[in-house]
């Protein structure tokens, strides 16, 4: 079992629909992250979390310590929000740990 | 504000040979980290400098190395290059360890 699994792997859309984005992990972590790439290559770093919920513009994460768990949401979806969204997480000093990414597309 | 620097963009190497990525981070940006991307493995750890000492290392082969300099810039030596190491390495760094990241655009790695 992978130590951190997004759900879903591909996920389309229609302009306009809410996305939710879901990751789990098995080990305990100092922070999450949410990473966004375009095809290309290039990766943006979305959020840092490790407690509570985080919100720029339409992007919404949440995590939940507890239940080891963290969503990453988007409001109006648009078409220049296709991408991969990555999860990582990072347990303590250690090294990051990625999902597998969830292939977003969005049409118009 | 530069962003993080990834020379070259695009190489294509023999088996066997030996290449040098590097890396110049965003200024006052003291920790790099290196990553391969795959399509079969997707984003793996190769390992995290900060002030010109190894911090972190993931699982890869000793042929897989790295070091950081006085000014922060890194390079990742990969040694006798197998087919298996076609990969996009990408570096991120940051001002602290484990806080945001700041991506470069990557080297695309091909070994023929």
């Known amino acids: 079992k992978n130590e951190v699994e997004q759900s879903p792997q591909n996920l389309t859309a229609q302009e306009g629909e809410f996305i939710t984005i879901n990751c789990s992990y098995s080990v305990g972590i100092s922070a999450l992250h949410w990473l966004q790439q375009h095809p290309g290559g290039g990766i943006v770093s979305l959020f840092m979390?490790?407690?509570g919920k985080k919100k720029h513009g339409r992007l919404i994460a949440t995590i939940n310590i507890q239940e080891k768990h963290s969503s990453l949401h988007i409001t109006a979806s648009h078409p220049r929000d296709s991408a991969v969204y990555i999860c990582a997480v990072k347990e303590g000093a250690q090294k990051l740990v990625f999902g597998q990414g969830t292939r977003l597309t969005i049409n118009p | 504000k530069a962003g993080v620097t990834q020379t070259p963009r695009y190489l294509i190497k023999t088996r066997g040979q030996q290449v040098t990525l590097s890396c110049s981070p965003i200024?006052?940006?003291?920790?790099v980290s290196w990553y391969q991307q795959t399509p079969g493995q997707g984003l793996q750890f190769l390992f995290e400098?900060?002030?010109?000492?190894?911090?972190n290392k993931g699982n890869f082969p000793g042929r897989f190395s790295g070091r950081q300099f006085s000014n922060s810039r890194s390079e990742m030596n990969v040694s006798t290059l197998e087919l298996g190491d076609s990969a996009l390495y990408l570096c991120a760094t940051t001002d602290r360890p484990g806080y945001g990241y700041t991506f470069g655009s990557g080297t695309r790695l091909t070994v023929v």
């Open positions: 400098y900060f002030s010109e000492t190894q911090r």
């Open positions: 979390l490790s407690s």
């Open positions: 200024s006052g940006h003291r920790s």
